[in-house]
């Protein structure tokens, strides 16, 4: 598979994400909101790298496949912790159309959170088409597929350290396997 980003690319990245968080949050408690499942690796280590208080909280985004609404997003709450008052951060793999973030982020706004912020790992350049833009973002890509370090092609691939690209080789032996 074709490397995007090697491993140490990525642990360097996060590690300046968290110098950046440590310094606009400082002591100011944080709740963080996963976007399931493609945000759980970076969670993982970007949350080891924090020094405020931190809770993390659970949201699960998933498009529908397959249908003719393949477009939509369904949402499941039912993991949150209550947001009221808090200082909340959104974490998502990667910004692409920008659905999932405006999605997320409207039905973040109607739990009363006193403020919401968002990362991605990945800022996919020319996709999008939503009014909203994430506030941090650890690379820029170019519009390829990418698995890895949390992102998936059909579920798997969320366990290689590094970012990779499928490719039509990839996509062939993918199939097959
Ligand atoms: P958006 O809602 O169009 O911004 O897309 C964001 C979601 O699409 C992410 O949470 C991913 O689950 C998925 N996605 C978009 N691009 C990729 C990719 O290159 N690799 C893996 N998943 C992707
Ligand atoms: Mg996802």
Same mark, same amino acid.
Do not use: H
């Given at each position: 598979?074709?490397?995007?980003?090697?491993?140490?690319?990525?642990?360097?990245?996060?590690s300046r994400l968290a110098a950046e968080l440590n310094t606009d949050y400082q002591q100011r408690p944080i709740t963080f909101i996963a976007v399931m499942t493609g945000s759980l690796v970076m969670l993982a280590d970007l949350i080891r790298r924090l020094e405020m208080p931190i809770r993390v909280s659970l949201?699960?985004?998933?498009?529908?496949?397959?249908?003719?609404?393949?477009?939509?997003?369904?949402?499941?709450d039912?993991?949150?912790?209550?947001?009221?008052?808090?200082?909340?951060?959104?974490?998502?793999d990667i910004f692409d159309t920008g659905?999932?973030?405006?999605?997320?982020?409207?039905?973040?706004?109607?739990?009363?959170?006193a403020s919401i912020r968002s990362i991605v790992l990945l800022y996919k350049e020319g996709q999008q088409r $939503?009014?909203?833009?994430?506030d941090y973002h650890v690379f820029r890509?170019?519009?390829?597929?990418?698995?890895?370090?949390?992102?998936? $092609?059909?579920?798997l691939y969320r366990n290689l350290p590094y970012g990779g690209v499928m490719e039509e080789d990839d996509l062939a032996a993918h199939a097959s396997s």
């Open positions: 598979m074709k490397i995007l980003l090697t491993e140490q690319q990525i642990q360097e990245g996060i949201i699960q985004a998933s498009s529908y496949r397959g249908g003719t609404q393949s477009g939509d997003l369904w949402l499941d039912r993991a949150m912790l209550d947001i009221t008052g808090r200082d909340c951060l959104l974490v998502d659905k999932t973030l405006a999605k997320v982020t409207e039905r973040l706004q109607s739990m009363n959170p $939503y009014p909203i833009e994430p890509i170019p519009n390829e597929f990418v698995v890895g370090y949390g992102l998936d $092609y059909q579920d």
